[in-house]
């Protein structure tokens, strides 16, 4: 489930549509790094299928993207950007991240 989640967010992420845009510029992200994030999304992505066979991928992916989401909150916090997008989305994803490793690994 959270593969597919970041999955999509990568597709959304090459060509993002206003509420994206919106939100990277929120939080003062340069437009030249914004790749980036889609590499990062990415990765995690093929760590999370990769770890369907090796649990030990799965966890190391899973961490960083808890820890992702919470470097992207605090980014959001500390632009004071925290309108719905910060709400709904960037702690959502935390939530949903979080809670797939506690399901998952303990």
């Not at 990062?40 to 093929?46: D, E, F, Q, S």
Request: aromatic share 14%.
């Amino acid at each position: 489930m959270l593969a597919a989640a970041l999955l999509f967010d990568v597709v959304a992420s090459i060509q993002p549509p206003k509420f994206i845009q919106d939100c990277l510029d929120g939080v003062g992200l340069p437009r030249d790094w914004w790749w980036a994030l889609i590499v990062i999304k990415n990765l995690a992505t093929v760590g999370l299928t990769v770890g369907i066979w090796e649990p030990g991928i799965a966890f190391a992916a899973n961490v960083g993207i808890v820890v992702y989401f919470i470097a992207a909150a605090a980014a959001h916090i500390r632009a004071r950007f925290t309108g719905q997008s910060f709400w709904v989305n960037c702690l959502g994803m935390l939530t949903l991240s979080f809670a797939v490793l506690i399901f998952s690994f303990l």
